[in-house]
């Protein structure tokens, strides 16, 4: 990994990081307070020889007592010594507790010992520390004494006397703290390179161009830079007079899909959306209900009125009534069964018809799904844009033959029909009917949400397409929106 993967990592998993942190401070703050506070007496003794007065003599003695040094170690902690000073003392301890505090060492190549005896008290223990030193002075008197009446081989004299220690000798909080923070870091670093490595979505740039598709583009919904990125991708998409957009990931993207519809009917051409997310999560979801239910008034879109003017004529879906001024109609003549009377072929319609609807079909809630079920005539659902050149064919109530009606020569025969009328036909259509919808396309793209998305399924979805006959034009990226927790 180089510099620039680490930085990756840290700007995706710095939460990680952070965390590794706040945990090893909070264990080393445990440690910290659960630990009682120590002090530590030493004293500091030297070992001698009893030899001649030559310079050979004191040489041999030097070695003779470094040698001694080695075993003196051992007689500090003995049971002997240690049964002493609790005898002397008083002590309520036994002898593997007090053996746990004394401790004792020698520098190199010396004939020094360093006693130490650690306890709560610092006064018990500059007491402890002396009777240690005195015992071990007394056995070892007893040791090196030969005869009776003759001094003993080797001397014990103390050079520093232990002294009540002013500082604690346990470890130091602020050190412990930096080692905590310091381990969390690393646990934390440990942590954010096995999600890395373990996380198979899509989510960068890199990443998403390795899928090894061409990328139309990024475009980051709901930000100053989107209606830049928007045309951006108008100029990428491919000049088909049908297009189907799907997001691979299963995670739909209707404002995409609209924000596309807009970008291309800014330049003058007449842009139809259709709806045939069977999932419920298409373009219709972004409609205003009253768009639905009301014709607009003054030819605005979306309507915004609270409280719409009775006057106003509603079609709902499923009804023949009308309300007008307040009055309920229910002729039995207006009722028009179009599955048995066909709709006028295009090429039939009279000349002032226009070609592209200017105002809400009568039964817009009724949409695609009524249209594919012959109930309704396809000019009864259109949803215009004005302004844009953009008219939206919502999908309507959904059934459980919607999915398979989009699968037959009935939706095929609807492209058709519509490509005479509209210069670009938009289908948003779910992941798991594109592989129907989108051979009858000149071009497909695949719309993937960037952190959302895993490798697998993406690369499942772009085979299946292309295993059905589909033109994959390319990929279109969505980041997820910036928070202050998330950076990448």
Same mark, same amino acid.
């Given at each position: 990994m180089e510099l620039p993967d680490y930085l990756r990592l840290l700007r995706r998993y710095w939460a990680v990081l952070l965390a590794g942190v706040a945990l090893g401070v909070g264990l080393a703050a445990y440690q910290v307070e659960s630990t009682p506070t120590t002090y530590t007496a030493t004293s500091t003794l030297y070992v001698s020889m009893a030899t001649g007065t030559s310079v050979a003599d004191s040489y041999q003695g030097g070695l003779a007592a470094q040698q001694r040094v080695r075993s003196y170690l051992e007689l500090i902690t003995s049971d002997h010594v240690v049964d002493r000073v609790i005898g002397q003392l008083g002590l309520n301890l036994d002898r593997e507790e007090l053996r746990a505090a004394i401790t004792a060492d020698t520098p190199p190549a010396t004939s020094l010992l360093r006693v130490s005896v650690t306890d709560e008290d610092p006064e018990t223990s500059r007491v402890l520390t002396d009777q240690v030193v005195a015992q071990f002075r007394a056995l070892v008197d007893e040791l090196e004494t030969i005869e009776v009446t003759a001094a003993p081989a080797a001397r014990v004299a103390v050079v520093d006397a232990a002294q009540a220690p002013a500082e604690s000798s346990s470890a130091?909080?602020?050190r412990l703290y930096l080692v905590g923070a310091i381990a969390g870091l690393l646990l934390g670093a440990v942590v954010a390179y096995?999600?890395?490595r373990l996380n198979k979505r899509v989510r960068d740039s890199a990443e998403f161009? +390795?899928?090894? *598709? /061409? %990328?139309l583009g990024t475009v980051a919904l709901g930000t100053d830079r989107e209606p830049a990125e928007l045309r951006a991708l *108008?100029?990428?998409? /491919?000049a088909a007079p049908r297009l189907v957009i799907t997001a691979l990931d299963g995670q739909s993207e209707p404002a995409l899909v609209l924000g596309t519809a807009a970008a291309l009917g800014a330049t003058g051409a007449q842009v139809l959306v259709i709806d045939a997310n069977t999932t419920g999560h298409g373009v219709s979801t972004l409609l205003p209900e009253t768009l639905l239910?009301? /014709?607009p008034a003054n030819g605005e879109w979306p309507v915004r009125e609270p409280n719409p003017p009775r006057e106003l004529v509603t079609a709902a879906s499923g009804r023949t009534s009308a309300v007008v001024r307040g009055e309920?109609?229910?002729p039995p003549t207006v009722k028009l069964d179009l599955r048995t009377a066909p709709a006028v072929p295009l090429d039939d319609l009279p000349a002032t018809t226009p070609t592209v609807p200017t105002k809400t079909g009568a039964r817009a809630a009724d949409g695609l799904a009524a249209v594919l079920r012959e109930d309704i005539h396809i000019d009864e659902a259109f949803v215009p844009w004005p302004d844009r050149s953009v008219v939206v064919l919502a999908l309507g109530t959904a059934d459980e033959r919607t999915a398979d009606l989009l699968a037959a020569d009935r939706f095929e025969t609807l492209l058709g029909e519509v490509a005479k009328r509209?210069?670009?036909?938009?289908?948003? %259509?779910? %992941? +798991?009917?594109?592989t129907a919808v989108a051979p009858r396309a000149a071009g497909t793209v695949g719309v993937v949400r960037l952190g959302g998305a895993r490798r697998d399924r993406i690369e499942s979805a772009l085979t299946a397409l292309t295993a059905a006959g589909a033109t994959v034009a390319g990929l279109? +990226?969505?980041p997820p929106r910036r928070t202050w927790w998330r950076r990448s």
């Open positions: 130091g909080g602020t096995l999600l890395d161009a +390795a899928l090894g *598709r /061409p %990328v *108008r100029a990428r998409l /491919p239910q009301l /014709p309920i109609f229910d509209f210069d670009r036909v938009i289908v948003d %259509v779910a %992941v +798991a009917d594109a279109v +990226a969505v």
